[in-house]
């Protein structure tokens, strides 16, 4: 059974960072490429970075040069390391597990970035 679990979400000032970690279980992590998406309130769910099995990452324009994603095969775990947060950035995050036969999906955790 395959299980991401997210961690690290919070309530955080205008500037500020967060770490968010993913762990996976259940699958063989280190052959799939991992991403972190966000859902906003009223709004549809967006990807934020993709990190492939080799390392090559990939931002949405609004999260370029503030956002690092990185991942540790040996922990089964992805991170999102996330400096310079502004209001927008509020919201569900969700990590990603994309599997040729399926997508897997944690449960979420809440950041919130306000004053």
């Known amino acids: 059974q395959v299980q991401l679990v997210e961690s690290g979400g919070g309530l955080v000032q205008p500037g500020g960072s967060l770490r968010l970690s993913c762990a996976a279980s259940?699958?063989?992590?280190?052959?799939?490429?991992m991403g972190w998406y966000r859902q906003a309130p009223g709004k549809q769910r967006e990807e934020v970075a993709i990190?492939?099995?080799?390392?090559?990452?990939n931002y949405a324009n609004s999260v370029k040069g503030r956002f690092t994603i990185s991942r540790d095969n040996a922990k089964n775990t992805v991170y999102l390391q996330m400096n310079s947060l502004k209001p927008e950035d509020t919201a569900v995050y969700y990590c990603?597990?994309?599997?040729?036969?399926?997508?897997?999906w944690g449960q979420g955790t809440q950041v919130i970035v306000s004053s």
């Open positions: 990190i492939t099995r080799g390392g090559t990452t």
């Open positions: 259940g699958i063989s992590f280190n052959i799939y490429p």
């Open positions: 990603n597990l994309h599997h040729p036969a399926m997508d897997y």
